[in-house]
């Protein structure tokens, strides 16, 4: 059994997957923000990015900038107890979902 | 080529960097950055997006700090970061004792709000200037003699002022008269300034449109042929010429006649006298005045005049040389009369006695504050005692006591900013209740509103009530002795000693203010007390007052005037429920009244005096409406009418000055200067408070209606206040008393419709002001008093907890107990009481002149306010103590 996600975990996770090398933080607040379409905080991202490290679902790396000014970003990549989550979050929705479309695409 | 990506301002860099928590910067900052970039190139907002992303991730990244995180925040020197985070560790302290926070924020806000309901009625009465150029330097000018102490100016006078004064640049004057304007809506009767043509200029106000009258303009108006002119109030202009700018140079109709409008004056201007004199009336157009030299008159005494003073001469400096012009015209004054002129600050002549009532309630209001402050103050040196032992162990572990310091202002910061907006919903509240006690009667009241000035006078209050009453609490915070607080955290420590001896001293300020506050109240309310049972002569309950004028171009014969009197009188009978109803000159309270010279048959007066009289004209039923006191002979009735014998009524003070210990009845007068007829005294009435409640009565004679024109030698009068009694509530009579009015002449205006009841609380405004405010600042400052010291005494409950279980442990009786609790609270509550009657000694001579009937001294005032006072400290005590019995011996042992 994998571990139980919350919505804004499911979309941080996504947009780790989507972002492949590219998932800094900033990278995954726009992915989420552009997703969802709604006001995503940074903050917030990286509180969240934090837990899921905590839970082992994603890792973090630092890698230095080529930029002028010098300094580390943080990548994340998703571990496989996350792909695991992230997949059974979506097996959920799928099995859920299923015969739903014509409701849910009309309202 | 591509420039280089534009990346945020330096400053926006700095400041989010320095608000970053240390483990997250690095990260943070090039994510922040990222996105900036990002949004720049689409074309969108950045540098908004940047901050306000930048500040919440600051904010949601801070973990609660604890005491291992802290330390490096501050050796690295992150201020913003570290102050953001005792923001919030302030905060939660707030939320951790909702119920001491409550206290404390209503306390401030209590404070801070009335303090800036009072500033605002001050800033906008005392404070604001007058709609004058250099107001400082505009003067009124009065005359004054043996009966009058500040009465209207003589034509000669102002000319000769004009031409000697060398202290002034110019001297204007001017009376008021009310005008019929029609052909505009209904007819309505307005209150018109007649004004000389320098007016403008002396107080140095311009039009909005058009232009004002010349001096010549001004000289000719009123002669046949030429034209009239009016300049119209801002008011007027809006309100019935629907603010047409068109209306310059039109021509509308003032009691029948033409009149050219010359122009419109700006907002708020007003003549000086409109902010007290007949105030609920103001003038609001002015038509030109033209001081004849060749009429001029050292007798007519009929103007209100206001110079303006040349650069750097004082108020002292014009007075002196007035009078010595007057010595010098001493020819035109009889030496007895003691005549003078002297003139008075614009000021201080529009304030009048509601000046120094505000200055009064302005210093009480800072007590209050005070008091709120100190009662905040107290109640967090108790918060800070409470946390004492999580204070010590950040000490210990190596937090520095500059940053508990900077945590306890802050914490302060809070309650204030907490109790600074409570403070402008009550100043709101409290402003309405101000001005709702004198509307009409306080100069300016329209003015007062909560405005910038007021919420910056609020900010600063906040800002230094913030400081003081964390002061308290943040010295001690400085002293906090580490091993001892560690040890324990209850025991008796000497610092916890000291700490309910600065208690008591707040508590001690407290009570000594609130005694203060409640002998200024206790005086005012007896000053209040002892006017309202004043003889007025008059009984003002079951009044209605009403104005009307008789368009002058229509009833200009006696005959017409009375007609129309009759016709009313008759009509006014009929309304159901009417008991008296009649026409009266002047209303006693409303306007005051001016004198005429006589002759009184048989007495001679000491040489250089002459007998004068107050004039009151009154048709039959008037002076029964007004209930006035009939002492001997009878009233006008019916058949005094115009062809009649002349009569006449007088008042005791009249009686008892020209015919002492002789019956007035039967006595003959006529009046002075002109072959006035005789008039023969039927009746004698009780004096009445006519011009204040409590000046000195004057002589006063009363003439019927019908017989004035020929009892004087002039014109009819034309104007007069209908005054009707009923047993019910005088105003359903308004209605009637309209339909009445308009029943005999539609064109008759029936204006200013207000109760008797009204005129007199209008009248003792100032008493009454002071002493209901004065009332409430008591009553609030003793009940944070009271708190101050109910909590205080919890307080040392708390801190003797183990030394009243042993007491008790080894015998002592409840009794005991609670004797020791309220003894504590006494020998508070009497240091205070002390004190404050110390305060209230040196204060009661200050309030001295606002006092009427009442001594400084006045043994009730001294007597009740300390019983009151020592009946809620004790009450305040009790509670406390009684708690105290509760306490568990055996549960207060082993804390030992």
């Known amino acids: 059994m994998a571990a139980y996600l919350g919505e804004f975990e499911q979309l941080v996770l996504l947009a780790v997957l989507r972002l492949e090398d590219g998932a800094t933080g900033g990278a995954i607040r726009d992915a989420v923000a552009e997703g969802s379409r709604r006001t995503v905080w940074i903050g917030a991202v990286h509180t969240t990015l934090d837990r899921l490290e905590l839970k082992g679902l994603v890792r973090s790396r630092a890698v230095p900038t080529p930029t002028a000014r010098g300094g580390r970003r943080k990548i994340f990549a998703l571990q496989p107890a996350g792909r695991a989550a992230i997949a059974q979050a979506y097996g959920t929705w799928t099995r859920m979902t299923q015969g739903l479309r014509p409701e849910l695409e009309s309202s | 080529m591509r420039s ?15 608000l970053l928590p240390v483990r997250d910067r690095e990260f943070l900052m090039l994510d922040l950055e990222d996105g900036f970039v990002a949004r720049r190139a689409r074309g969108n907002r950045a540098l908004g997006w940047y901050l306000v992303q930048g500040l919440h991730a600051a904010w949601t990244r801070r973990r609660p700090p604890t005491l291992d995180r802290e330390s490096p925040d501050i050796r690295g020197g992150a201020m913003g970061a570290s102050l953001l985070a005792d923001l919030r560790t302030a905060w939660r302290g707030l939320r951790r004792q909702p119920g001491l926070s409550a206290a404390i924020v209503l306390s401030l806000g209590l404070g801070i709000g009335t303090a800036s309901a009072m500033y605002s009625v001050v800033q906008a009465v005392l404070l604001a200037p007058l709609p004058y150029r250099e107001p400082d330097r505009l003067v009124t000018v009065w005359s004054k003699w043996v009966a009058f102490d500040r009465t209207w100016l003589a034509t000669r006078d102002v000319l000769d002022f004009k031409a000697e004064s060398r202290s002034i640049e110019d001297i204007a004057m001017w009376s008021s008269e009310h005008v019929t304007l029609t052909g505009v809506g209904d007819a309505s009767r307005l209150n018109a300034g007649v004004v000389t043509a320098n007016t403008f200029a002396v107080l140095g106000v311009t039009p909005l449109y058009g232009r004002l009258f010349t001096e010549d303009e001004a000289r000719d108006a009123g002669k046949a042929g030429q034209t009239r002119f009016a300049v119209l109030s801002y008011d007027l202009w809006r309100a019935t010429f629907g603010a047409d700018p068109a209306i310059v140079g039109r021509s509308i109709r003032l009691d ?20 007290t004199e007949d105030a609920p009336e103001p003038t609001t157009l002015w038509t030109p005045l033209y ?29 002196r040389e007035l009078a010595t012009l007057v010595a010098g015209f001493a020819n035109g004054y009889r ?14 002549d529009v304030l009048g006695g509601v000046g120094p009532a505000l200055r009064v309630l302005l210093v009480a209001v800072g007590f209050l504050l005070l008091i709120a402050c100190a009662n905040a103050a107290a109640l ?16 210990a572990l190596g937090a520095s006591r500059a940053r508990l310091l900077r945590l306890q202002l802050l914490e302060g910061a809070l309650f204030a900013l907490a109790g600074g907006t409570l403070g402008i919903g009550l100043a709101f509240l409290a402003k309405r209740a ?7 009667a306080i100069p300016r009241a329209a003015e007062i509103t909560v405005d910038w000035r007021v919420m910056a006078f609020m900010l600063a209050v906040s800002a230094g009530a913030a400081l003081l009453c964390s002061l308290a609490p943040a010295v001690h915070a400085m002293r906090l002795n580490v091993v001892t607080g560690l040890k324990d955290g209850t025991t008796n420590t000497s610092a916890s000693r000291s700490r309910l001896r600065l208690r008591a001293l707040l508590v001690v300020t407290q009570l000594s203010l609130g005694m203060l506050l409640l002998t200024g109240a206790g005086l005012m309310a007896r000053t209040l007390g002892s006017m309202r049972h004043i003889d007025l002569g008059f009984e003002p309950t079951g009044v209605l007052t009403a104005r009307i004028a008789l368009p002058v171009d229509r009833y200009t014969r006696s005959e017409d ?7 009313l009188a008759g009509r006014l009978r009929e309304i159901p429920g009417v008991e008296a109803a009649g026409l009266i000159r002047s209303l006693p309270l409303a306007s005051t009244i001016g004198d005429k010279g006589l002759f009184v048959e048989g007495y001679t007066s000491p040489p250089g005096e002459h007998p004068m009289g107050d004039w009151q004209v009154a048709t039959p039923g008037a002076v029964e409406a007004l209930g006035e006191h009939l002492l001997r002979g009878r009233l006008f009735t019916p058949s005094d009418t115009a062809r009649a014998p002349m009569v006449a009524l007088v008042n005791e003070t009249m009686a008892r000055t020209y015919w002492p210990g002789r019956d007035p009845i039967g006595r003959r007068l006529r009046f002075f200067g002109r072959n006035a007829p005789w008039v023969t005294v039927v009746g004698l009435v009780g004096d009445v408070r006519h011009n204040s409640v409590t000046g000195a009565v004057k002589t006063k004679f009363y003439l019927p209606y019908a017989q004035f024109s020929a009892a004087t030698g002039g014109g009819p009068l034309t104007t007069g206040i209908v005054v009707m009694r009923t047993a019910v509530d005088p105003m359903t009579l308004a209605a009637p008393l309209r339909a009445a009015a308009a029943a005999v002449d539609p064109e008759v205006p029936v204006a200013g419709t207000r109760p008797m009841t009204e005129v007199v609380d209008t009248a003792l405004t100032a008493p009454r002001l002071t002493s209901q405010v004065l009332g409430g600042f008591a009553a609030v400052a003793l009940l944070l008093s009271a708190l101050g010291l109910f909590s205080l005494l919890v307080f040392l409950v708390t801190q003797r907890t183990q030394e009243i279980g042993i007491r008790m442990a080894i015998g002592a009786s409840t009794g005991a107990v609670v004797r020791f609790i309220f003894v504590e609270g006494m020998r508070v509550t009497v240091l205070g009481l002390t004190i404050g009657l110390a305060l209230s000694a040196m204060a009661a001579r200050g309030l001295a002149n606002l006092l009427y009937g009442v001594s400084p001294w006045d043994p009730a005032t001294w007597v009740t306010a300390p019983t009151v006072f020592l009946a809620v ?8 103590a009684f708690r105290a019995t509760r306490i568990d011996p055996l549960r207060a042992l082993r804390q030992v």
Not at chain 2, 4 to 18: I, S
Not at chain 2, 291 to 319: E, I, K
Not at chain 2, 339 to 345: D, K, N, W
Not at chain 2, 434 to 440: K, N, Q
């Open chain 2, 4 to 18: 280089a990506p534009p990346t945020p301002p330096a400053w926006a860099l700095r400041l989010v960097e320095a």
């Open chain 2, 256 to 275: 029948g006649q033409a009149v050219t409008v010359l122009g419109v004056m700006r907002p708020r201007f007003q003549l000086p006298t409109d902010f």
């Open chain 2, 291 to 319: 001081n004849d030299p060749a009429t001029a008159d050292r007798d007519d005494h009929n103007f209100y005049g206001a110079a303006r003073l040349r650069p750097g001469v004082s108020l002292g400096a014009f007075n």
């Open chain 2, 335 to 348: 030496p007895a009369m003691h005549f003078t002129v002297f003139a008075q600050s614009i000021d201080d």
């Open chain 2, 380 to 395: 967090l040196v108790t918060r800070a005692e409470t946390r004492r032992r999580e204070w010590t162990t950040r000490v």
């Open chain 2, 434 to 440: 101000l001005t709702a006690i004198g509307p009409t």
């Open chain 2, 561 to 567: 005037v009375n007609r129309y009197l009759d016709g």
């Open chain 2, 873 to 880: 400290a004790a009450l305040a005590s009790v509670i406390p």
